[in-house]
């Protein structure tokens, strides 16, 4: 059977090992990469189930080169590694722009020293191979299925062949290697140190400035954003008071020009003219019996 659903089964041959010393086989499920958010490489890529726990690129470059001619396989992500793309693949983005070579070779200069050589997978994860092209997709399942119907003896690839001088070793090695990986050259860790604390301080001072302008400029409403940082709370205020005041001429403006738009505006405005009228009223009525009482008591000389 060369197929599950649409995932095609590709077994490979583990070799003996001196944990085991007898030759195993592990399968691993392979479809096009279908997912939910899509990207510009979906189509050249394909997704892959049960990947072994020591896969590293080289792995799976080696079983391509089985399956399809050299040269085929471009990179890959493992389950793990989705948020940050595998150091080929960094590279090879690096050279297409300059920014972000440069961004990337800052962040380089930053990382601590690691302290392993190679990293494992968990058992039965994930991972989303890229190829060249759309046709190496095609090429590659057509191999599969090719292979299941000739591997009559079970000739499957066969993991790790012709990589082993390629790849730090597993085992007792790994943990030696572990060991001295600890302690790292003082002079290449401090210099690591201090490229962190470069950028830190470069990235501290950038946050200080955009917050130093949010503090300062008001936004479209008059508003300003508190912030934390200094005593300088009477220089934002009038700057505030000011931008206020800009805002209500402008909307006393913008008032003017529109008029009485609404329904509820003319009933308001009516209700102020008649309040005029009748204040008026008054005030001509106090000043006419204001007039008759002076008036009244006038005695002209006999």
Same mark, same amino acid.
């Given at each position: 059977?060369?197929?599950?659903?649409d995932?095609?089964?590709?077994?490979?041959?583990?070799p003996?090992?001196?944990?085991?010393p007898?030759p195993?086989?592990?399968?691993?499920y392979?479809?096009?990469?279908?997912?939910?958010i899509?990207?510009?490489?979906d189509s050249?890529?394909?997704?892959?189930?049960n990947?072994?726990v020591?896969?590293?690129?080289?792995?799976?470059?080696a079983?391509?080169?089985?399956?399809?001619?050299t040269?085929r396989?471009?990179?890959?992500?493992f389950?793990?590694d989705k948020?940050k793309?595998p150091p080929?693949?960094a590279?090879?983005?690096?050279?297409?722009k300059g920014?972000?070579?440069?961004?990337n070779?800052?962040?380089?200069?930053?990382?601590l020293?690691?302290?392993w050589?190679r990293?494992?997978?968990r058992?039965g994860?994930?991972a989303?191979?890229?190829?060249v092209?759309?046709?190496?997709v095609?090429?590659?399942?057509?191999a599969i299925?090719?292979?299941h119907k000739?591997?009559k003896?079970?000739?499957?690839?066969?993991?790790?062949?012709?990589?082993e001088?390629?790849?730090p070793s597993?085992?007792?090695a790994r943990?030696?290697a572990?060991?001295k990986?600890?302690y790292p050259d003082p002079?290449?860790l401090?210099a690591?140190?201090?490229?962190?604390?470069?950028?830190?301080?470069e990235k501290?001072?950038? *946050?200080?400035?955009a917050?130093?302008?949010k503090r300062?400029?008001p936004?479209?409403?008059g508003?300003?954003?508190?912030t934390r940082?200094?005593?300088?709370g009477?220089?934002?205020k009038?700057?505030?008071e000011?931008?206020?005041r800009?805002?209500?001429?402008?909307?006393?403006k913008k008032?003017e020009?529109?008029?009485?738009f609404?329904r509820?505006?003319? *009933?308001e405005?009516?209700?102020q003219?008649?309040?005029?009228l009748v204040k008026?009223?008054?005030?001509?009525?106090r000043?006419?019996?204001?007039m008759?009482?002076?008036?009244?008591?006038?005695r002209?000389?006999?």
């Amino acid at each position: 059977m060369s197929k599950i659903g649409d995932y095609a089964i590709l077994p490979i041959t583990l070799p003996p090992t001196a944990a085991y010393p007898k030759p195993a086989t592990h399968t691993l499920y392979l479809r096009p990469h279908a997912p939910k958010i899509p990207t510009e490489t979906d189509s050249r890529s394909l997704f892959v189930v049960n990947v072994p726990v020591d896969s590293t690129p080289t792995h799976f470059k080696a079983v391509f080169a089985d399956l399809i001619q050299t040269g085929r396989f471009e990179s890959i992500i493992f389950e793990n590694d989705k948020h940050k793309p595998p150091p080929s693949q960094a590279l090879e983005t690096t050279h297409k722009k300059g920014k972000k070579r440069k961004r990337n070779a800052e962040e380089a200069d930053t990382e601590l020293p690691q302290i392993w050589d190679r990293e494992l997978r968990r058992s039965g994860s994930t991972a989303v191979i890229t190829l060249v092209d759309e046709k190496s997709v095609e090429s590659t399942l057509k191999a599969i299925r090719k292979l299941h119907k000739s591997s009559k003896d079970n000739k499957w690839p066969i993991w790790g062949s012709g990589i082993e001088s390629k790849i730090p070793s597993l085992g007792s090695a790994r943990y030696l290697a572990h060991q001295k990986m600890r302690y790292p050259d003082p002079i290449a860790l401090q210099a690591n140190v201090d490229a962190f604390m470069t950028r830190f301080n470069e990235k501290e001072e950038e *946050r200080a400035r955009a917050e130093k302008r949010k503090r300062n400029v008001p936004d479209e409403d008059g508003f300003v954003t508190v912030t934390r940082g200094g005593r300088v709370g009477p220089a934002r205020k009038e700057g505030a008071e000011a931008k206020r005041r800009e805002m209500e001429e402008k909307e006393r403006k913008k008032r003017e020009e529109m008029g009485d738009f609404y329904r509820f505006q003319m *009933r308001e405005r009516r209700k102020q003219e008649q309040g005029e009228l009748v204040k008026g009223f008054e005030e001509d009525r106090r000043r006419v019996e204001s007039m008759k009482e002076k008036r009244g008591r006038f005695r002209p000389e006999s």
